[in-house]
Antibody, heavy 124, light 107 residues
Framework: QVQLQESGPGLVKPSQTLSLTCTVS??????????WSWIRQHPGKGLEWIGY???????YYNPSLKSRVTISVDTSKNQFSLKLSSVTAADTAVYYC????????????????WGQGTMVSVSS | DIQMTQSPSSLSASVGDRVTITCQAS??????LNWYQQKPGKAPKLLIY???ILHTGVPSRFSGSGSGTDFTFNISSLQPEDIATYYC?????????FGQGTKLEIK
C-alpha cells in the first residue's frame, strides 16, 4: 500500500517561496503508471488542483498558478516537490500530495492515494 | 476551466436513508468523473472513479451514475460513518476541477 507524506515549513512570509516535499513509500515514483500531484484546500473550502509531474519529469500546472509553480521529482529519494513563489495570504491552505493513475493504472485519472496534508500559513 | 457544481451544499439525513448528491459540469465531460469522501481533518479518499466504478474496499452502498453534464452520487442506506463532505472531480480536461463539496450530516 503506497504511502505519501508531505513535509515542509508550516509558516512562510509574504513574497517568499513556499517549498514542500512529498515522500513516497511502499512504491516507486519511477515505476511509471502514475502522475504525482499537488492539491490544496483553503481553510473551510474546496479542493484546488495545483499540478502534476510524471516520473519522466513532464509536468502540467494549473494555469491559475502556472507563473508561480514549479513541481520537480527526485527519483533517487522517491520524492517530488512543490515550489510556489511570491506567496500571499491567499496561499494559506492545507497542501496535499496525491497519486493519480495514468491510463494503464487500476484507477486511471483518479487520485487513489493521498498524503495526510500539511497546513501552510502565509504571514509575517 | 470546467466548472463543477454540486447540490445540495449541505444535507441532513437519518441513518438508513437513501442519500443523493448531484454534480453538474459546465460542459460535456462524457463519464470522466470521480467522487471522493473527506472526513474532518483528513485527506480525501477515492470512492468512485470513471463515473461508476467502486474503488477497492469501498462499500457497495455507494454508487455513481450519469454522463455528459449531469451526474449522481448515491448512498443506498446511510451509515453513521458516512458523515463527511463529498466532492466530485472531472478529469476530462486539464486543469482538473472539483465541485465545491456537499457536507452530509446525520439528522
Amino acid at each position: 500500500q503506497v504511502q505519501l507524506q508531505e513535509s515542509g515549513p508550516g509558516l512562510v512570509k509574504p513574497s517568499q517561496t513556499l517549498s514542500l516535499t512529498c515522500t513516497v513509500s511502499a512504491g516507486s515514483i519511477s515505476s511509471g503508471n502514475y502522475y504525482w500531484s499537488w492539491i490544496r484546500q483553503h481553510p473551510g473550502k474546496g479542493l484546488e488542483w495545483i499540478g502534476y509531474i510524471y516520473y519522466s519529469g513532464s509536468t502540467y500546472y494549473n494555469p491559475s498558478l502556472k507563473s508561480r509553480v514549479t513541481i520537480s521529482v527526485d527519483t533517487s529519494k522517491n520524492q517530488f516537490s512543490l515550489k510556489l513563489s511570491s506567496v500571499t495570504a491567499a496561499d494559506t491552505a492545507v497542501y496535499y500530495c496525491a497519486r493519480e493513475g495514468d491510463p494503464a493504472a487500476m484507477a486511471p485519472h483518479a487520485f487513489d492515494s493521498w498524503g495526510q496534508g500539511t497546513m501552510v500559513s502565509v504571514s509575517s | 476551466d470546467i466548472q463543477m457544481t454540486q447540490s445540495p451544499s449541505s444535507l441532513s439525513a437519518s441513518v438508513g436513508d437513501r442519500v443523493t448528491i448531484t454534480c453538474q459540469a459546465s460542459q460535456d465531460i462524457s463519464n470522466y468523473l470521480n467522487w471522493y469522501q473527506q472526513k474532518p481533518g483528513k485527506a480525501p479518499k477515492l470512492l468512485i472513479y470513471h463515473e461508476s466504478i467502486l474503488h477497492t474496499g469501498v462499500p457497495s452502498r455507494f454508487s455513481g451514475s450519469g454522463s455528459g453534464t449531469d451526474f449522481t452520487f448515491n448512498i443506498s442506506s446511510l451509515q453513521p460513518e458516512d458523515i463527511a463532505t463529498y466532492y466530485c472531480q472531472q478529469f476530462d480536461n486539464l486543469p482538473y476541477t472539483f465541485g465545491q463539496g456537499t457536507k452530509l450530516e446525520i439528522k
